[in-house]
């Protein structure tokens, strides 16, 4: 699914960084500078808060106590350039599921909310088949069933990786590149026009799938 996740960090350089490396994961991703703004947006309680704790006005600290109070349930990952152990020390105390001490990559933390989210709501989203235009679509025996006819479609591996990525992201228009990245993995490099072809394919096999052309970027599937 597409996750929504709100980004808390003072240093706009950083925020910037940060906020692209996991855009382009395809999540959906809101940022802030302080604290006492974002504050005014926790009942809207997206999936993930990426907290820095040295903000202007209140700290990462307040904010994940106020956090936990409308869901105790939403994880939360700390990040800080303070006394590393006490911070991760203080921060378990008051809820957080993990803590990355400055300076770090951004590669590592786009590897921890992967980890952290699959945790949280991975097993969950794997347990549950969905219907979307005329079709059954099982993520976990990755099977896609044509309803009126009960029918199981074939898909090939990469086909069905495509479904998927594509229903992650519903709504949301996905360039090539992220496309690549989430089908094919880090280690390919031909042409991006893979990608046209894996969709025309996909889009022969589900014709009522609504796959719309973003030209110029790349795709979209959008909700029936």
């Known amino acids: 699914m597409s996750y929504k996740i709100y980004l808390v960090e003072d240093d706009q350089n950083l925020n910037d960084i940060l906020s692209s490396y996991l855009k382009k994961e395809g999540w959906e991703v809101k940022t802030f500078l302080k604290g006492e703004t974002a504050r005014e947006k926790i009942t809207a ?24 109070k409308q869901d105790d349930n939403t994880p939360v990952i700390f990040i800080s350039a303070r006394d590393a152990d006490l911070d991760r020390i203080i921060g378990l105390e008051k809820g957080s599921d993990d803590y990355l001490a400055k300076p770090f990559s951004p590669r590592e933390l786009v590897i921890r909310v992967k980890n952290l989210l699959k945790r949280v709501y991975g097993k969950k989203d794997e347990e549950q088949s969905y219907s979307y235009a005329g079709y059954l679509i099982d993520f976990k025996g990755r099977r896609v069933v044509k309803k009126e006819e009960n029918r199981d479609i074939e898909l090939t591996a990469k086909e069905f990786d495509l479904l998927g990525f594509l229903f992650d992201n519903l709504q949301n228009a996905l360039s090539r590149e992220q496309i690549i990245k989430n089908v094919w993995g880090d280690n390919y490099y031909g042409s991006d026009r893979v990608v046209d072809d894996l969709v025309r394919r996909l889009r022969k096999k589900l014709p009522h799938a609504k796959i719309e052309t973003v030209y110029g970027h790349g795709y979209r599937m959008v909700k029936q």
């Open 45 to 68: 309680e997206p999936d993930l808060w990426i907290l820095d704790i040295m903000l202007p006005d209140i700290d990462g600290f307040q904010l994940i106590s106020e956090i936990k």
